[in-house]
Every structure is written in C-alpha cells, then in structure tokens.
Nanobody, 123 residues
Framework: QVQLVESGGGLVQAGGSLRLSCAAS????????MGWFRQAPGKEREFVAT????????RYPDSVKGRFTISRDNAKNTVYLQMNSLKPEDTAVYYC????????????????WGQGTQVTVSS
C-alpha cells in the first residue's frame, strides 16, 4: 500500500511558476515509479509527467515538455513537479500517483493516487 499527499497548488498568473510536492508513505519509495496527472473540468484525466524508480527516466507529453520538470528525492519520500511558464489551459486538479509494481519506468499501471491539488492559472 502507498499513501500519497499532494501540496503546493494555488492561483497563479499566466507565465508564472508553481512547484507541486507529493509525499509518499507505505512501500519503500525508492522502489517504484511515480507520475503526475491532471484533470480539468469536463475533460478526461491526462498524464503530465512520469519518473522511473531510479529517477533516470522521465516522460512528458508535448503539451508540457520544456515547461514542466518532474523530480524525486528518495531521502524525503517526495516527488516534485516544477511548473514554469504556466498557461490558462494548465488549470486543473493535479494528482500524483504511484506505479503498482516495483522497479518500473513509469509506463503504469498506477494504482495509488493522492487526493489532488487545484492549480488555477489566470490570464
């Protein structure tokens, strides 16, 4: 089992930055891949970034590539999402998630989810 708690969301103007954090507990954090996902009102949940268990592999969709950076601190059992050059279309609830199996590269499946944190980008 994994418990995940996100923090760091808020209201920011377009062009600004936010850093989200996700604290994990339960399974040995350094053993599994992590991801960030988001869901805007009326839209399906989409992946934003993933990072492998060792941190050496990261993935982003084109919509955030070059603006968002995922990282992890295994000593603190925490994964981060640095979001720069934010756009109004980045407005969503952001969720962190943990991959089900150990030693994955972040392709899923993700079976453990946090409660989400709201990010609102004003124009």
């Amino acid at each position: 089992q994994v418990q995940l708690v996100e923090s760091g969301g808020g209201l920011v103007q377009a062009g600004g930055s936010l850093r989200l954090s996700c604290a994990a507990s339960g399974r040995t954090f350094s053993n599994y891949a992590m991801g960030w996902f988001r869901q805007a009102p009326g839209k399906e949940r989409e992946f934003v970034a993933t990072i492998s268990w060792g941190g050496g592999n990261t993935r982003y969709p084109d919509s955030v590539k070059g603006r968002f950076t995922i990282s992890r601190d295994n000593a603190k059992n925490t994964v981060y999402l640095q979001m720069n050059s934010l756009k109004p279309e980045d407005t969503a609830v952001y969720y962190c998630a943990a991959e089900s199996e150990n030693y994955g590269k972040g392709y899923g499946p993700f079976d453990y989810w946090g409660q989400g944190t709201q990010v609102t980008v004003s124009s």
